[in-house]
């Protein structure tokens, strides 16, 4: 049985940093693609990034060079990275499995997700 649990988040001022992890259980990192959405209430889910089975990273442009995804195989664990933090940036955040990493950015409602973890960035 897939499971994704988040962890991390919080609050932080604008420009500040915060990271988030999510341990997933049930199926091995390496044979699949993994990443992170986010949603903000009355939105849309939004892509945020993913990591394929090779390591391969993608971001959304909204993140890039602001964000860093990154996976402990070892650890079983997820984590993404979150510097030059904006009030946009603002959403609940969810750690999402898929065989294809274009459905975690595109299509994240088709993904498995975990029960998410609360980012919040005030001006």
């Known amino acids: 049985q897939v499971q994704l649990v988040e962890s991390g988040g919080g609050s932080v001022q604008a420009g500040g940093s915060l990271s988030v992890s999510c341990r997933v259980s049930g199926f091995t990192l390496s044979g699949y693609c993994t990443g992170w959405f986010r949603q903000v209430p009355g939105k849309e889910r939004e892509g945020v990034a993913a990591i394929d089975a090779d390591g391969h990273k993608t971001y959304a442009d909204s993140v890039k060079g602001r964000f860093t995804i990154s996976e402990d195989n070892a650890n079983k664990t997820l984590s993404l990275q979150m510097n030059s933090l904006k009030p946009e940036d603002t959403a609940m955040y969810y750690c999402?499995?898929?065989?294809?990493?274009?459905?975690?950015?595109?299509?994240?409602?088709?993904?498995?997700w975990g029960q998410g973890t609360q980012v919040t960035v005030s001006s």
């Open positions: 999402a499995a898929h065989n294809a990493c274009w459905y975690i950015l595109h299509r994240p409602h088709l993904t498995e």
